[in-house]
C-alpha cells in the first residue's frame, strides 16, 4: 500500500477506556471480521468482498497487525513509564 497523499477529508477519533475492545470472527462461509467497540461505537473491519480476499486485503491486514503491534508497544512503555504495573 502507498502512503496516502491527500488529506483525509473526515477524522473520527474513538478514545479507548474501560469498555473499549477488540474481537477477530472467522466465518466458514465469508472472510473474517474484525471488531474495535468502543460502547456506543463499534468498528466493523472486513475484507472488500465478503467471499474473496485480495493481495490488497492481506497487504492490509498485515500493515493493521503491524501498527496495532508498534501501538500496543507504545501504550505499554508510556504506561511503565508513568509507573504503572500491569495487571496479573
Known sequence: MSRRR?????VI?????SGARAAH???PARTPIL????GATSLLLATSA????????VEFA???AREARLFAESVT?????????MAA
Not at 13 to 17: E, I, K, P
Not at 77 to 85: L, N
Open 6 to 10: 491527500n488529506r483525509p477529508s473526515s
Open 13 to 17: 477519533s474513538l478514545n479507548t477506556g
Open 25 to 27: 470472527h472467522k466465518y
Open 35 to 38: 471488531i474495535l467497540d468502543f
Open 50 to 57: 465478503s467471499d474473496l480476499v485480495t493481495p490488497e486485503d
Open 62 to 64: 498485515c500493515q493493521l
Open 77 to 85: 512503555r508510556k504506561y511503565h513509564q508513568a509507573g504503572g504495573e
